[in-house]
């Protein structure tokens, strides 16, 4: 049987199209993350990771920064699920696609049917594959995930703006043990000045350090992120800020820029 496959949407223009240009660019921000992590070698690895999503130039950084969290436990990790917002598309709830794997230019992505089958069996989850055909937050998080955590089983999840209780009930459904974790994609406040930015994505990072959700116009992912902090309450999970820039700090302009923060969720402080 043939191997249904989602074509990368955004590969050339969020990130290189070249295989070989992008793993070097995945790999050098990796590697400056590494290096800026240094003192955080004794946390514990997360349980999930909240990630930015716009392109490799602007937000990479911070991206990384999250994903180099993860690198402990390379190689012991099977399944990731990746869910952000459904921006082009309506979703009630939540969209899982139907296809077999999702493409990039490193390779294919397998998409975890078991995880899907069990997702499917939660009220507010559907297969929608329009959610998924041009939807960058999930896709641009698949590069990150291939060259930080090598040969995994994905399950993307397009999260729509009242979808919050639903994706809580999917990370817990799946949230199993070591083999699993979680990436939360989204973006911070959006086209402020640089100056306003810093001061509200600082606000809006405590927030979510303190388990409370973020309002839409904080985060494009507030429904993901709302999902994500309800069972990391009832987990008894902690949320640490990790990174917090924007894209003046990147390569973009001072007077319009989208903020971005990287978050580990693990366990508190015994």
């Avoid at 191997?3 to 070097?24: H, I, K, N, Q, S």
């Avoid at 590494?34 to 004794?42: I, K, L, Y």
């Avoid at 869910?83 to 990039?104: E, I």
């Avoid at 390779?107 to 078991?114: A, K, L």
Wanted: glycine content about 8%; charged content about 20%; some cysteine.
């Amino acid at each position: 049987m043939t191997m249904r496959v989602r074509p990368a949407a955004v590969a050339g223009r969020f990130y290189p199209d070249r295989p070989d240009r992008l793993r070097e660019a995945v790999q050098e921000l990796l590697d400056r993350a590494a290096v800026m992590r240094g003192s955080d070698d004794g946390l514990p690895t997360p349980k999930a990771i909240i990630a930015p999503h716009a392109g490799y130039q602007y937000s990479g950084p911070i991206a990384a920064t999250a994903y180099a969290s993860l690198a402990p436990v390379k190689g012991l990790v099977r399944r990731v699920i990746v869910a952000g917002p459904a921006h082009a598309w309506p979703v009630g709830g939540v969209a899982v696609p139907s296809v077999d794997a999702f493409a990039t230019p490193l390779g294919v992505v397998v998409v975890d049917d078991e995880a899907r089958e069990r997702a499917l069996g939660i009220d507010g989850v559907v297969v929608d594959d329009a959610a998924h055909a041009e939807e960058h937050s999930l896709e641009v998080q698949l590069p990150l995930t291939i060259c930080a955590l090598g040969d995994v089983a994905v399950l993307p999840l397009a999260v729509g703006r009242s979808g919050a209780s639903v994706l809580a009930d999917v990370l817990d459904g799946l949230w199993g043990g070591p083999e699993t974790r979680f990436v939360i994609s989204t973006d911070l406040s959006h086209y402020h000045p640089a100056h306003v930015a810093a001061a509200v994505d600082r606000r809006t990072a405590d927030q979510i350090c303190q388990l409370e959700p973020p309002a839409d116009e904080f985060a494009c992912g507030a429904a993901a992120i709302a999902g994500l902090l309800l069972t990391a309450r009832r987990h008894n999970l902690a949320v640490r800020l990790l990174d917090l820039r924007n894209s003046a700090d990147t390569a973009g302009r001072p007077d319009r820029v989208v903020g971005y923060g990287a978050f580990a969720v693990l366990e508190r402080d015994r």
